[in-house]
């Protein structure tokens, strides 16, 4: 009993193992490569009971179409599924009129669809020497219905929008002119018998699209697309430019020339296998493109004279820079960069970067203030009310660099102060204006403070003593003091002989202009 127990425990368990092993084949199975006609499918049968038009059925539930008129019917031989351009028979053109007819008329469950979708392939792929007439009259009462879909069909595989020789994709980065916006877009394009190279309709197809160095504006960096349709993105990461890969891939479309068929014995009809569309347009693109991030100019600056007189000219050293933020920030680590719509010429300044970019220009607007009759104290904003001495640009066009203001004239004693700004909307869009954060310098900053002093006042006049000899002389009258006008005295009798000298002359003067009297 015993034993017994061990014999059926075993046999459940390698059932059990076979069951699961197979359950995992049948899960992962690859696509069947062969298959068997059990006979046929949707169509007409003739009134004599043997002759068909239409399709057959094969056992994994496939519809295929008879490829070779005059040959065995594939009821009941096995046929290994190959590429259809393996089979060596067929012109390009003529591959692509049977993958039609393969996406649309053998997989109809219609018995004259069916019956003129397989005398349209044998159109194609050879009659056996009989007229088509031959074989629509299988159809019985349809078989000038069949008949003349079976034209109609073939007129539409040469028309427009028919049968294909192929189809690709494309994906297009397109920067909106400097202005920081990216846009994606990808595109399908059939090769027709009719047409050639024919781009489709927007909104043909749908796709999966897929970016690197940037996201859409959900901030995904995959999604469902269509064709023709403009997606925006935003670059990622922090640096001035970005190394931006979109991929775009169209599965299961119903173009090109290859399709599915079934090899038999030699004797037997090779068959055109009903399938839906199966090609694929996968495309891919890289491009190196200004980041669509802000960036953050600064400056720091240094007045050409702490202190100066009034009249003199003076002038701003600015050292400007690109403030770094913090890690995952919304704003560059670096100056920004965008790409001129027409490339400045060899040789001018700025120049182009191996990428075809250019440095976002900025204008510093410098204003000196004053003046003002006490020291400057340190504040956010200068006063509403500040006087202004002159205003003073610098356009900075080659990025972080030292540069210099115009100079400005002092107009008088006080004290006089810098201030700068920048504002975004002084740069053109194309230029990359709308990435342009705004900044101001501080009121009051020390380097950028000027004095002038007053000039000194003048000394009062005043009336020297009189020299002692001289008072001496006033005192006794005497004018006979030795040495007294030549030498203690002589600047004052000096000045009264001159003075005696004019008044003479005046004298003199006024004698000589009398008018005679008549």
Known sequence: MTQHRRRTS???????????????????????????????????????????????????????????????????????FVDAAQLG??????????????????????????????????????????APEYYAQRAGAAAQAVLDRSRQLLATADGPMGASRSVSSSVALTEADGEGRLTVTSSLTVDFLSTGPTVLSPGSHTATMRLSGAVFDDGSSERTVSNGDVESIETT?????????????????????????????????QVLVARQGSASGIATT????????????????????????????ISDELVV?????????????????????????????????????????????????????????????????????????????????????PECTLPGPGYYVWVERIDGSRTPADQGGARILPWQSPFGTASEVTVVAAPPAPAELS?????????????????????????????????????????????LTLKHTVPALN
């Open 321 to 405: 820079s690109a403030l770094t933020p913090a890690t995952d920030s919304d704003v560059l680590s670096g100056w920004g960069l965008y790409r001129p719509s027409t490339p400045p010429a060899a040789g001018s300044v700025p120049a182009v970067d191996e990428n075809g970019m250019l440095p976002i220009p900025v204008v510093v607007e410098s204003s000196l203030l004053g003046p003002f009759a006490e020291p400057i104290q340190l504040a956010e904003h200068a006063p509403a009310d500040a006087p202004v001495v002159c205003t003073v640009e610098v356009r900075v066009d080659t990025g972080p660099g030292t540069y210099r203001t």
């Open 237 to 269: 990461g922090q640096t001035p430019s970005s190394r931006v890969v979109a991929t775009v891939g169209y599965e299961h479309l119903p173009y090109g020339s290859a399709f599915t068929a079934g090899r038999a014995a030699d004797d037997v009809q």
């Open 286 to 313: 890289t491009a190196t493109v200004p980041s669509t991030k802000g960036f953050q100019p600064v400056v720091a600056t240094q007045t050409s004279a702490s202190v100066a007189g009034t009249g003199q000219a």
């Open 89 to 130: 028979r067929f012109t390009t053109d003529d591959l692509a009129r049977l993958a039609y007819i393969s996406r649309t008329s053998a997989s109809s469950a219609d018995p004259s669809e069916a019956a003129a979708g397989q005398l349209a392939t044998w159109t194609i792929a050879g009659l056996n020497g009989r």
């Open 10 to 80: 075993a046999l459940l368990t390698a059932l059990t193992t076979v069951t699961a092993t197979l359950g995992l084949l049948l899960a992962g199975a690859p696509p069947a490569t062969a298959a068997v006609s059990t006979g046929h499918g949707v169509g007409h049968l003739a009134d004599d009971g043997v002759a068909w038009i239409g399709s057959y059925r094969l056992d994994d539930s496939s519809l295929v179409f008879c490829l070779e008129a005059g040959k065995k019917a594939p009821t009941g031989h096995d046929y290994a």
């Open 463 to 507: 009336t020297p003593p009189a020299p002692a000899a001289v008072q001496s002389l006033a005192e006794t009258g005497s004018t006979t003091a030795p040495g007294l006008l030549l030498v203690s005295g002589s600047a004052l009798v000096l000045g009264a002989l001159l003075g005696v000298g004019v008044l003479w002359r005046r004298r």
